[in-house]
């Protein structure tokens, strides 16, 4: 026994539905484009109908489906072995004292990097911090605008990274960044600055330590990629970190090989809805005044419906445990008269009420 289709819509259905209620094309196997039931010119019409549509459903409202948890993942500091420096700022990890892996660590080529020296050397002590240019080998490094002195015996170093790209697929966050300072210690907020405050903090501390302070700003814009935000942290990460924060999805359209669209699932209908009224606009020429403009008239109670019952799904059943003013359970015996019961599991259940 096969099982039953899902009630969701894919690439297919909204090419197929576009294409029947603006051309009425039906398709002979599998889509209309592909089966070339329709002309070049048409095909081109139905997938920007598609696109309209999916941005008018994922612009109208935060969805809670866009807003996924978000892990950022920190680089511990690395200073294995000992390196020179040129006057030029070229990088050579020592050959003599190489980390077992045989150079700097493989995420050193991915930018980001910030090479941290101080050393006493004779007869001045010298301490300074680089942003690392580009690496060259496997043991060596440029870094950048370098206005240092020449080292030419092996001197200790750390090589850490503050800067960190937006995960792939998120274009913002939201919310608080937070971090475990411990086993069994719940997640702290850290402060979010401007990015100026982070590089001046820089500029007079770089010892790489647990993050304090975060910026969010925009990378070099890329006309062949677009834009793209980073994080950049203060201090430097010295050890590995998983921080959180709620992400905010870059909402993508749909083709033949990324079918399904996002929120489909739940949103299948007000997808198909959204798509048929950009049909109906800049295909057929129907505002939502037209008498046979059916499909612009029902997308906008079939949104709100479906606004709504998103935020059922994210809001909250109950507002917690009442502490009081005080901010303890049962701490203020003159405005609550009995502390919280609790079930033998653990779980709150609610104050008994007052003698009398």
Known sequence: MTAPAQLTCSYTTLVNDVGFDAFGKSPTSTDVITDQVVSAVQASQILRAIRKGLQSVYGAYRWSFLRPKLSINTYGAYSTGTITVDSSGNVTLNGGVAPADGGFPAYAASGGGLMVIQTAQPPTFYGGSWTVQTQTSATALVLASYAGPAFTAGIPYSLCFNVYPMPTGYDSFEGEVTFPPGPNIRRRPIQRVDPIEIRRRLQHDAQPRRPEMYALSMQIFDPTAGSARCFSFWPVPSHQHTLEVTGTWSAAGVDSTNIYPLGGTVLAAVITEACLAAAERDIKGMDASHPDAVHSRAVGPML??????????????????????????????????????????????????PPG
């Not at 909250?316 to 599991?345: K, M, S």
């Open 304 to 353: 709100q419906a479906a606004i709504q019952r998103d935020r059922e799904y994210g809001s909250a059943d109950t507002l917690g445990v009442d502490h009081g003013h005080r901010g303890i359970a049962g701490a203020d015996w003159n405005w609550r008269q009995l502390g919280p019961i609790w079930y033998d599991a653990g779980g709150y259940t609610g104050y008994l009420p």
